[in-house]
C-alpha cells in the first residue's frame, strides 16, 4: 500500500465551520482515511505538529499573536500550506473589526458593552495579544494553494484533496468556487 | 456585404457603429466586463475587458469593430491580467462575500468565479469607508464599491436625476451622493432607479428584499455571468435591434 499523505489542520481565527464541512464528507471519509492520516488537528486533539508533514490546511485569519505563532510552525513543519475559507485566504467575517481601532472594539465588548459587570478590559498575561488588524495568512507566510468557501463545500475538499495527492494542479472548476 | 474581424481566429460579423465588445456578445463571445452596460455610454474604466488588437492593449467596449482586424481576447495572458484586475479590485475594497445580501447575485464575485480566482493574491488595503444608511429604501455600502460609475451613469442617462458622482482621485476616490447633506436620504434616489438596479456590486442595494433567495437557489448559483449576461444582451438587441 501506498503511503499515506500526512495532513495537520487547525484553526486560527475562525469558527470551525471549515472543519465541520470536511467531516461533511460524510461516509467518504472513510475512503479518504484510506489515503490520509491525520497529524496535529482539531479532530484528533493532537496539540503539536510531531514531524514534517505532507499537507497543511489553515482556516481562520490571523488575529493575535498565537495565531502568528501556530502558522509559522505549520509553515515550518508543512511541505504545502492551503489556506482554507474566506477568513483564511481574506480575512473574512473577523477583519470587519478593521474599520475600528482595537480599542474601540475591546470598550465596545468589555466596558460599553450591555450587562456588563466590574468593566475593565482584560489583561491577564496568558491571554494572547491581539493584532491591531486582523489579516489573512498570506500576509504573513508564503501559501501554496487557496481553497476558497464559507466554508469550502465538503465536494471542494474532496476535488481538492484528491487532484492534490494525484499529482495534478487543484484549481476548482468554476461550479466549484464559492466566496460564501 | 456584412463587414467582419477576427476574434481569437474566429470571424465576428460587426454593423457600422458597433464596438468590439458589442459585435462579440452579438455573436455569443462573452468578454469579461464590469463597467459596461449595453443601455450605457461605455465608459472603460474597469479594464477588464482588455484585448490586444495589433499588438496593443485596447479596452473592447470602447474600440470600434474593424474590418478584417486580428483581435486576441482568450490568451492566457490577458486572462491572467483580469484576474489580477479583479483581485485588485477585491482588496482594494473591503467585500465580505459571507456576510453580503448581494452575494450569489453580484456581478463582481460572479466575475471572479468565471476568472477561476480563488484568492485576492495581493496585500489587501482594508480602507476605512464611510457607509451611508440614512435613506428608508436603499443602502449605499461604499466598502462595496469599485468606482465603475454605472449609478453615476445610470442616474443621468437613464433616471435624469444627478444623484452620483466621484469624488477625489486615484485610491482616494470615492462614491459621492448630490445632496445638500451628501446624504443618500436627502437625495432624489428611489429604489426603482436604474442607478440602484445596475450595481454590479452590494454597494447599492434595495432594503428589506435581502436574503430573499437561500443559498442554491441565486442568480449565479444557477448559471455563469457568461450564460447570464449573453441572454440579457441577445434579448435586448431583439428588443432594441
Excluded at chain 1, 155 to 174: I, K, N
Excluded at chain 2, 16 to 27: K, N, P, Y
Excluded at chain 2, 129 to 145: A, E, I, M, Y
Aim: glycine share 8%; net charge negative.
Amino acid at each position: 500500500m501506498a503511503e499515506k499523505l500526512k495532513v495537520a489542520t487547525c484553526s486560527l481565527a475562525g469558527c470551525f465551520g471549515c472543519h465541520m464541512s470536511l467531516l461533511d464528507v460524510d461516509e467518504r471519509l472513510l475512503e479518504l482515511l484510506e489515503i490520509v492520516e491525520f497529524d496535529r488537528s482539531p479532530i484528533n486533539d493532537i496539540k503539536h505538529i510531531s514531524q514534517p508533514v505532507d499537507l497543511g490546511l489553515i482556516e481562520g485569519g490571523v488575529c493575535n499573536a498565537e495565531n502568528i505563532h501556530v502558522l509559522h510552525e505549520f509553515r515550518k513543519m508543512c511541505k504545502i500550506l492551503v489556506a482554507v475559507g474566506e477568513c483564511g485566504i481574506t480575512g473574512g467575517i473577523p477583519s470587519m473589526r478593521n474599520s475600528f481601532t482595537l480599542k474601540e472594539c475591546l470598550e465596545e465588548a468589555f466596558v460599553r458593552g450591555a450587562g456588563t459587570e466590574n468593566a475593565h478590559i482584560p489583561d491577564d498575561p496568558e491571554i494572547p495579544l491581539l493584532l491591531d488588524k486582523v489579516r489573512p495568512l498570506h500576509h504573513i507566510v508564503k501559501i501554496d494553494y487557496f481553497l476558497p468557501g464559507c466554508p469550502p463545500s465538503a465536494e471542494a475538499f474532496l476535488y481538492f484533496l484528491t487532484e492534490l495527492m494525484a499529482g495534478r494542479d487543484p484549481s476548482l472548476p468554476q461550479e466549484l468556487i464559492h466566496f460564501d | 456585404m456584412s463587414s467582419s474581424f477576427f476574434l481569437d481566429g474566429k470571424a465576428i460579423p460587426f454593423k457600422e457603429g458597433q464596438t468590439v465588445l458589442q459585435a462579440a456578445m452579438s455573436a455569443g463571445h462573452y468578454i469579461p466586463h464590469l463597467c459596461w452596460r449595453p443601455e450605457l455610454e461605455p465608459h472603460s474604466s474597469c479594464r477588464l475587458c482588455t484585448v490586444i488588437i495589433s499588438g496593443k492593449p485596447f479596452s473592447s467596449c470602447t474600440q470600434p469593430a474593424m474590418e478584417g482586424q486580428n483581435v486576441e481576447c482568450d490568451t492566457p495572458e490577458l486572462k491572467a491580467m483580469r484576474r489580477a484586475v479583479t483581485q485588485l479590485l477585491f482588496v482594494e475594497g473591503n467585500h465580505y462575500c459571507p456576510s453580503c445580501e448581494e452575494s450569489g447575485g453580484c456581478k463582481l464575485q460572479a466575475t471572479a468565479y468565471y476568472l477561476g480566482m480563488q484568492d485576492n493574491h495581493f496585500p489587501h488595503q482594508f480602507p476605512v469607508r464611510v457607509r451611508d444608511s440614512s435613506h428608508p429604501l436603499v443602502n449605499l455600502d461604499r466598502d462595496r464599491c469599485i468606482r465603475c460609475e454605472t449609478c453615476v451613469r445610470a442616474s443621468r442617462e437613464l433616471d435624469g436625476k444627478n444623484v452620483f458622482a466621484i469624488h477625489g482621485r486615484g485610491i482616494r476616490s470615492k462614491l459621492a451622493v448630490n445632496s445638500p447633506t451628501g446624504l443618500l436620504k436627502d437625495s432624489g434616489i428611489s429604489p426603482e432607479d436604474m442607478a440602484v438596479k445596475l450595481c454590479p456590486t452590494g454597494a447599492l442595494t434595495v432594503k428589506r428584499v435581502g436574503f430573499e433567495f437561500p443559498i442554491g437557489q441565486r442568480i449565479f448559483d444557477q448559471e455563469s455571468i457568461a450564460t447570464l449576461e449573453l441572454r440579457e444582451y441577445a434579448n435586448q438587441e431583439a428588443v432594441h435591434g
